[in-house]
Every structure is written in C-alpha cells, then in structure tokens.
C-alpha cells in the first residue's frame, strides 16, 4: 500500500460475549476498506499485484462515498450478512462479466465463476462480488466464497408508515406471467451474504463518478494490462486435430491471400494427451516441435498453445505436481494448488523452459471454470468437497482457480521481459493487470456483445470469437463486432477452412467452398486490414488502461453519466476515446442507435449526425456501424501482414471537427515491458484547423509511427 491512513477504529457496542470488531481503514486514495469479525485465512486480495498510484490521474478524495457506519453487520447461521442503504433511484451495475443481464437493481446476483450461465442468477466466466452504483461509487466483497446479493429486491416489513387503502378494483392476475412476471417489492436496501465465514471485508472505491470508481478499481488491482501491440492484431486458432504440415498450410493461406495474420493458435491435438493434459509435444502430429516452432515465428506469426492445468498421470510433470494437488482429479488428472509455491515452481519451471523459452508466445488456459451446475453429471470440475495442500477448500478454489493459473503463467512472460496476451476460460477479481482476454462455448452474438458492455465494469478483456455461423450476414455482423472488441480472434478449433470461405460446419469438414467464398474472404480482408489501421489508436486505448485506468472498452454510462438516456443501453458501447460501436446483431442490417449529446459523423460515410437522440440506422453488410466524436483525431495506419520488433506503421490522420485537444499515441519497445521502467514516448499529434503537428515526449529511441498524412474527414 503506498499510503495508507489510518482513518477510524470503530467498535460496535454490544454485550461483551458478542462483541464483534469492525473497523474502517483508508487504504489508497479514495478506497475503504471495512473489516467485520474475523475473515478467512485466504482473500482475494492475497494474490493481487501492488497498488499503481493514482495521484497524478485523480482528484484526492478525503472521504468516503456515502457514511460508512450505515452499514449492518450481523452473524448468521453459516455466514455473515451485511446490509447498505441505499436510494429508491440508484441503479447499479457490474458483478463481474455478466453475460445475460446489465442493470442489477432488482436482481439477485449469485457469484460463481461457471463456464455457463444457468439462468440470469449472475454466474459467469468471471463473475465477481463488485458492483457499481449510478451514485458513484463501487461495493466489492473479498471473499472467495459463494456470495448472494439482493440488489434492492426484497422490501421490508415497515408498521411506521401510513398504511394503504385497499379499494375493491385490484387487478387479478389471469396468467402466471402477469402473476409472477414483476417485481413485487420496492427496496431501499442492498443485503450481500458471505456463506460460510466468520468476518467479511468489504472495500468502497469513492469517485467522483463512475468512471472514477473504475480507475480506481483498475489502480488499485495493479493498473490495466498492456498488450503487444501483435496483441491486438488478428488470431486464428487452428483445428483441434491438425497436424504441423495442415497448420502450416494453414499460415501460408493467410500469407498467400494478404490477409493479415498475427497470432496462430494450436488446440488440444499438439498434445500427447490433452483431456487431462500432458504437456508433451504429439511427435505424430509434430515431428520435430522446435523447428516447428521457427517455421511459424519466421512468418512473422506469434505461437499460441492451448492448455489446461489438469495434469495427466502420463505427463512428465505429474509425479511431482500431485504433492502439491487437491484430493480430487478432474479428467483423472491432479488440480495443481497454484496457491502453493511448490506448484508455482513446477509447473511454471516446465512451462518456462519447454514453451516460454523455446519461441511460444503466448497460451490458451482453457477448463479453469466451473461446468455446468444444472447438468449433475456434466459438472467436470473438481467438487466443493476438494481439499488443496494450501489449506483452501473447493468453494474458494473454484472462484480463484483460473485468476491464479492465469497469474502463474504469465508471471514466466513478466519473468523473461517479454510481453504476452493470453486467451483465458475464467478470471476473478483483481485481473486488470493480466495481458488476458476472456472468452467463451456460449454463442449468442446479443450476450457477446452485452459482455463486451460489461467488461468495463469488471477490469478485464472480453473478446466475442467467431466460430461457425448460419448465414452471411450473420458471418459478417459477427466479424464486424470482433473487429471492434479488445481481439480480433477467430476460432477454427473445429473448422478446416476459415469460415468465410464455408460457414456450414459439415460442408466445412469436407472442404466444399461457398459459392461466392472469393467475395466473402475480401469482406473478411477489408474488416481485419480495418483492425490493423486502427492498431496505433487501440494501442493509446489500451496505455490509457494501464496510465489512467480508464478502460479501453466501456458502457455508455460511464462516459456519460448524466445522460438518462443511455443507462441502460446494453448494446452499445465506446471503444478507446472516441469510438461508438453500435453493432448489428443476428444478420440485422437495421436498428436504433442512441447518440449522446454533441455531433457523431459515421465513419462509412463521414455523414453528420446531432447527438442527444435516437436514430434508425441502416447499414449494408459493407458498412462498419461505428460512429466518430466530435472534434477527433482518428489516426489510421496502412494495414500491415503482420508486426514484428522493426514495424514502423505509417499514419493518415482523419479530422473530425475541429480538434482542439492534442491526441497521445503510445510508443514504446511494444515485445517486451521496458514501458513499466518508463521507457517510453507519448506521440502528441495536434491540428489547428489547417494543419496538423506531431510532438514526441519521452526517452524511447525507437520510431513505431510515422505520419504521412492529414485529411479532414468530417466538418
Ligand atoms: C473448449 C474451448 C474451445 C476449444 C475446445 C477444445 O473448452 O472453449 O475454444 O479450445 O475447448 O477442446
């Protein structure tokens, strides 16, 4: 902690053989941390990095959001209950990276990380107990036990007010729907219980503002994650069963056909055995693994290699990894306690020396979650009842099982100075510092897009894949939102062909092409070139994460917090600065998009439109639905194949308005982590009104951009 002040010790008055302790610590500037009773050996706070400071980004705050001592504890049977008041028109948001709902009041939010959402009860890849209120301010609980919230849904008995008159024209109800279908009653309460503890802690990030609770959530977890600049180019992940020659095949296809490629991912079938996994080249499949390797680098590719942690009994590593497992195996394969150092050591060593060391760039940590709860016998993790050496159940294993796997493996990146970006099944509170995006089985493209929403209120990276799809449009709407999102990933772990080329599955198999796969695999290309010219302003987005803790894709709300109209937009969302994506969902080609306040210029068309309302819109399938802030400086790059440690990216800038502000582009050594030494420059680029200047601040040497060109766009 930078700084702690210890602000007031409180002890609640109570007959002495109940007395139990709560005190109140401001531990970073504008975070509360309340302890009440005894909390558990392990807290999520155990395996959070350190504290960024955030003196220089935010406003000092000297107290808290709203009074502290108006929160309740009490013990219950089996947990402890706490419970906040708060106002009839606060409206909450968060939990996590919810998948099925946006809005929280009224809801009943159950934590759990799972693979799938079993309803809208608030389970998912990464749902946390943190929630964010209109109010501004943030509620986190740290606690890796299941956790329930009321969020201001369960009015209470009151006999002090005026009571109701009843008249004789009450409306009865005729359908189960019109019976049960609403919420039935008002409350000013939020409850959370943490079942099976002795204590809670709870932490309050002040703002002011939303926004603000963000920074400081991101902040205080440790800052945002910088990717490599390759980070945000474009991933393929190769079919699961494909062998070193059709994965070759499979990079010449993108380098032959100019379509740009920077990542390559393998499935489980470079492994000897992969459910459990050994962790061991399949030398059928791969002969000689290191010249594999450098084949893949030489083109300019970056080797992504699929993973879980449950350990096969015929992996090298097992022997020595099951001293230090739980007493449950999942797949029969040992569940390394990444809690322990012993498990760290041998796991991370293995990894460091076989993958990190030889060229692999990054890893897909699959399986950390929870299966499904409502299948009993599809629930393959390992169970509640699981012991771990480190003394840690089931329950709280389960919740932190992917963050500290996913901290484990990228600590050998930090380790080796190199920088890295994982695709990554769970994550749990704290992850903002992980170069790691989330992904997911589910398909929905309308909850794709809503946890894009989302992620900005969890601190991590949420990226909606393409797999299959059933029709063009559908293909296109979907390639278009995973150009607009933190990676462009596309997920052929069961396709032959990329599915531009054939989107059926079946006739995928037998490699039988589209009628018109030429004309689909151009859209394909334009949209990934678009992805690599807009590589300099993610990559500022991305800085802003990590300098600012602003993250780089958000709700509407957070942006622009007084404006009624776009509380509960769950299909929109900014992307970096001034980038609002409003993407068309299930093969549409029309919808309505809500402008805020201020001129937008559609980026297809530079068409001006005046914020503050709703709009019809529609789009061909040519069309990106993206529109453009008012006054920016939108630099585009000429899309590179791919990016190595030598790519100077050479910019036009487009000018929208009349850009007062000068626009920071980020420049540093973008493969390794010199940037946290502060070996970096800010490229400022200005216009007045006639022309445009470019200021370089900061003590790299290298040049990443070059500007060729100003135009204005939009005016
Ligand atoms: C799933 C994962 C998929 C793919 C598959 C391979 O769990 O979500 O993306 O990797 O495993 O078996």
Not at 643 to 668: H, K, M, R
């Amino acid at each position: 902690m930078k700084n702690p002040v210890l602000l007031l010790l409180l002890s609640i008055v109570l007959p002495v053989s109940m007395a139990v302790s709560q005190t109140i610590e401001n531990v970073a500037p504008g975070v509360w941390k309340i302890v009440f009773g005894v909390p558990e050996k392990y807290l999520p706070t155990d395996f959070k990095e350190t504290p960024l400071n955030t003196t220089k980004t935010l406003a000092a705050v000297d107290k808290p959001p709203f009074n502290l001592k108006d929160i309740q504890f009490r013990k219950a049977a089996g947990g402890v209950i706490a419970a906040l008041p708060v106002d009839t028109s606060e409206q909450f948001y968060g939990f996590g990276l919810q998948t099925n709902s946006f809005q929280q009041r009224g809801k009943r939010r159950e934590i759990r990380i799972s693979s799938w959402v079993s309803g809208n009860l608030g389970f998912g890849h990464a749902s946390m107990p943190f929630y964010i209120s209109s109010k501004g301010y943030g509620v986190l609980v740290n606690t890796a036990r299941n956790t329930v919230f009321y969020m201001a849904s369960k009015g209470k008995l009151d006999t002090t007010s005026a009571r109701p008159i009843a008249g004789d024209s009450q409306h009865i109800a005729l359908t189960t729907v019109d019976l049960y279908g609403k919420q039935h009653s008002l409350s000013n309460e939020v409850s959370i219980t943490v079942n099976g503890t002795e204590g809670m802690e709870l932490y309050i990030f002040g703002g002011p503002g939303m926004l603000a609770v963000m920074q400081r959530y991101n902040f205080f977890s440790g800052g945002g994650a910088l990717p490599p600049l390759w980070g945000l180019g474009f991933k393929y992940r190769a079919k699961a069963t494909f062998n070193e020659k059709q994965v070759l095949e499979t990079a010449n296809y993108f380098r032959d056909n100019k379509i740009p490629c920077d990542m390559l991912g393998l499935e489980p079938g470079w492994q000897t055995h992969s459910y459990s996994c050994s962790f061991v080249w399949n030398k059928n499949n791969f002969p000689d693994p290191d010249a594999f390797i450098s084949k893949i680098n030489e083109k300019g590719f970056k080797l992504n290699l699929w993973e879980h942690a449950y350990t096969h009994p015929s992996s090298p590593l097992f022997d020595s990894i099951a001293k230090y497992s739980c007493d449950y195996t999942v797949w029969t394969g040992a569940v390394p306690d990444f809690i322990t150092a012993g498990a760290q050591r041998i796991f991370g060593n293995y990894h460091e020396t076989q993958f990190v060391k030889k060229g692999i760039s990054a890893f897909k940590l699959d399986e950390s979650d929870a299966a499904d709860y409502l299948v009993a016998d599809m629930e393959w993790s390992f169970p509640d009842i699981a012991r771990f050496p480190s003394g840690i159940d089931g329950i709280q294993m389960r919740q932190l099982f992917g963050s500290l796997y996913n901290k484990t493996m990228i600590d050998l990146y930090h380790k080796n100075n190199k920088r890295t970006w994982f695709d990554v099944r769970s994550s749990y509170l704290f992850a903002a510092p992980y170069p790691a995006v989330l992904y997911s089985d589910m398909y929905s493209h309308a909850d794709f897009v809503r946890m894009t929403v989302n992620s900005g209120f969890a601190g991590v990276n949420w990226s909606p894949e393409l797999r299959e799809t059933s029709n063009e449009a559908d293909l296109i709407r979907r390639l278009q939102t995973i150009t607009l999102s933190a990676q462009m990933v596309v997920n052929g772990w069961y396709l032959d062909l990329p599915p531009w080329l054939q989107y059926d599955v079946k006739k995928n198999e037998k490699r039988e092409l589209l009628p018109n796969h030429k004309q689909l695999e151009e859209r394909a290309r334009k949209l990934i070139n678009l992805r690599m010219s807009l590589l300099p302003y993610l990559y500022a987005a991305f800085a802003r994460y990590y300098f600012e803790g602003i993250p780089p894709v958000r709700a509407l709300i957070l942006d622009y917090p007084n404006d009624a109209n776009v509380a509960a937009i769950d299909d929109q969302y900014m992307l970096g600065e001034s980038i609002l994506c409003a993407p068309f969902i299930d093969s549409a080609s029309t919808r309505r998009v809500y402008l805020p306040k201020g001129i937008w210029y559609d980026f297809n068309t530079n068409k001006k439109y005046e914020g503050g309302r709703s709009y019809t819109i529609s789009m061909s399938l040519d069309e990106l639905p993206v529109f453009i802030k008012d006054n920016t400086i939108l630099p585009l790059a000429n899309p590179e194949q791919f990016i190595t440690s030598q790519t100077v990216l050479n910019l036009t800038c487009n000018i929208y308005g009349t850009p007062t502000q000068a626009l920071q582009l980020f420049e540093d050594d973008h493969f390794n982590n010199d940037y946290k030494q502060g070996v970096y420059n800010w490229v400022q680029l200005s216009w007045n009104g006639r022309k445009g200047t470019v200021t370089r601040k900061g003590n790299y040497k290298g040049r990443l951009y070059t500007i060729k060109k100003w135009q204005v766009v939009g005016s």
